[in-house]
């Protein structure tokens, strides 16, 4: 990446990440003598100085730390979907009954979601780099774990580890992207490859997933995942830069929030627990209540402490900058409605119209390929529209594709229908996950990118988990599959067409006058 010296060319970026030519900083005849065209109100600022086409090219070195970053990403990306299809499997393997499977994804869904918020801010204060190359170390080691698993518990336990790694990895890796790749073309180009990769992690996860357990059986799905934070471990180590008060050298020993970091730690982990069990069982059951009532006093008691802090674990005045909220808005739904998705039409096309595991698969996979080309044009479309009016331009797009499906059948022909819309609406999803995440980290100082990003993939691992139980469950239940089905699908076109305006009017001009 090529950084100009001639304050001529010296740039800003808006708040989205749009870059802009900053007059103040030019030493060009003042707007008096020299009156320059004004900028066209329906278009984000562009720079006026330096080619176009070099402003997001990068460096040979910033292009392996990205691999690193996005590797990592990828690697917990495949890590939430490569066991689904071998779950079966698994079960008879080491002699867990069907309601028990459930805890091999509540497992990993717990401390991943729990810890999010907490290891991100621990980055920010004592250094992202060491926590994330920990991180890398530990899901290497819960992988093998869970890979020589001998009974439920031994595989269990190497679940929760994994879960407790990606906690670490992904606020880090994120936070080291986003101060790695300044605000602008670089960062836009960085955040849509890593994107674009965590899209295609998840949909590679089930293909691959398929493959492998037919092939070698189901410890091989694990062992993929050891294996590969083995290859990315010692890349990491060697190209990553220092961040974080000690890895910079800092003499100022920040404080770690304690009581926020329980409090939020404590809701997450109650309102997960809550949600993922609700998904197998229903709302009913006593444990279920008692959590959900427990993450809401303890989310609660959160807020009310963070008011207080002098060194908060969340700053609540960041929580009412727009583009936070309505960005983390944008990506909650985004992320809930499109596994809800996953999940009714994985239930349709294998039970309704009678296709195996691997052709279920290949429909998903035709979803991740075209996500992959949507990843690729993002960051251009973001740079015309930019990052805000993409969010809103995606999640309209997501909610009309999803409503195309509404023509599903029972006849085989749906396959066409249910191929297409899944892929397409995908396509909208991608860009709503690259424009969120711009959407929020943008004008974030350093020290508090950790935070930024937590807040991102805390979003991404509650959507996750939340869709499911609240939408999903409604297609198992109903007593008609294909009607569930068709009823989830409205219900969740409706939710993101409804998220679609309303972060078009959250960060419309006034919302994003006050985020600067």
Known sequence: ???????????????????????????????????????????????????????????????LVLFVLCAAQFMVALDFSVL??????????????????????????????????????????FGRRGLF????????????????????????????????????????????????FPEGPARDRALGISGTLLSLGFTVGMVAGGVLTDALGWRSTMGLLSLFALVVLPLAIGLLPASGARDTGATDRPRLDVPGAVTVTGGLLSLIYA??????????????????VLGVLLLGAFVRTESRADAPLVSLRMLRRPTVAWGNLGGLVTFSMMSTVVFVLTLYLQETL??????????????????????????????????????????????????????????????????????????????????????????VPDEEQGLATGLVTSTQQVGITVGIPLLGVLATT????????????????AIVLAAAALVAVGLGRRGAARAR
Do not use: C
Not at 88 to 114: C, E, K, N
């Open 1 to 63: 990446m090529t950084t100009e010296t001639t304050t001529e060319s010296t740039t800003r970026t808006s708040g989205d990440g749009t870059p802009g030519a900053d007059p103040s900083t030019t030493n060009g005849p003042r707007a008096e003598t020299s009156p320059a065209r004004p900028a066209r109100p329906d278009r984000p600022d562009r720079p006026k100085d330096g080619p176009p086409a070099r402003a997001g090219r990068l460096s040979g070195r910033e292009a």
């Open 84 to 125: 689904n299809v071998a779950l079966p499997v698994l079960g008879r393997g080491l002699g867990m009954s069907p309601s028990a499977l459930q805890w091999t994804v509540t497992a990993f869904a717990l401390p991943s979601g729990g810890f999010l918020l907490l290891f991100g801010r621990i980055g920010d204060l």
């Open 133 to 180: 190359l920990a991180g890398l170390t530990l899901f290497g080691a819960a992988s093998l774990l869970a890979t020589l698993a001998w009974d439920p518990a031994s595989f269990l336990a190497g679940r929760a580890l994994q879960g407790l790694a990606a906690a670490a990895i992904v606020p880090t890796g994120m936070s080291l992207l986003t101060t790695t």
């Open 275 to 292: 949600l993922s069990t609700a998904a197998e069982r229903g709302f009913g059951g006593a444990d279920v209540v008692t959590a959900l």
């Open 354 to 443: 009678g296709l195996s595991a691997f052709e279920t698969g290949l429909v998903f996979g035709v979803q991740g390929v075209l996500s992959a080309v949507a990843g690729m044009y993002a960051p251009k479309v973001i740079g015309r529209f930019g990052a805000r009016r993409t969010l809103a331009g995606s999640l309209a797009g997501q909610g009309a594709f999803v409503a195309g499906m509404l023509l599903l059948d029972a006849h085989t022909r749906s396959v066409w229908i249910a191929t297409a819309g899944v892929s397409l609406a995908s396509m909208f999803h991608l860009g709503a996950i690259i424009s969120y995440g711009l959407t929020v980290t943008s004008g």
């Open 478 to 493: 109903s007593g008609d599959l294909l009607s569930g089905v068709r009823t989830v699908l409205a219900l969740d076109a």
